[in-house]
């Protein structure tokens, strides 16, 4: 049974920093890339980092390029994004998402398996 279980999300001030983590089972981890997307009350799911299977290389959205860090240990079958420097829309639930397939890392629909989220919340 696959499962993506994220952890880490909370309460922090603008400003702040939180680092979530996505805990993957039931499939082989380390042939997936791995993306995390995020959704705003009201607003559709948008990408928000993506990191290959090796984690050679790793891929930004705009908003949070240079603020945001995605890694992942594939020994431990888990991906983190850091949140630094946080701004009030930063809030969102976040989600972490599993591809079998290379590229087109910013589509929703490459990948396959999703986690049910974590809460992110900036105060500002």
């Known amino acids: 049974q696959v499962q993506l279980v994220e952890s880490g999300g909370g309460l922090v001030q603008a400003g702040g920093s939180l680092r979530l983590s996505c805990a993957a089972s039931?499939?082989?981890?380390?042939?997936?890339?791995m993306g995390w997307f995020r959704q705003a009350p009201g607003k559709e799911r948008e990408f928000v980092a993506a990191?290959?299977?090796?984690?050679?290389?790793?891929y930004y959205a705009d908003s949070v390029r240079g603020r945001f860090t995605i890694s992942r240990d594939n020994a431990k079958n888990t991906v983190y994004l850091q949140l630094n420097n946080l701004k009030f829309e930063d809030t969102a639930v976040y989600y972490c998402?599993?591809?079998?397939?290379?590229?087109?890392?910013?589509?929703?629909?490459?990948?396959?398996?999703w986690g049910l989220g974590t809460q992110v919340t900036v105060s500002s």
């Open positions: 998402a599993a591809s079998p397939y290379r590229g087109n890392y910013y589509s929703f629909g490459t990948y396959r398996y």
């Open positions: 039931g499939f082989t981890f380390s042939t997936h890339s």
């Open positions: 990191i290959t299977e090796s984690g050679g290389r790793a």
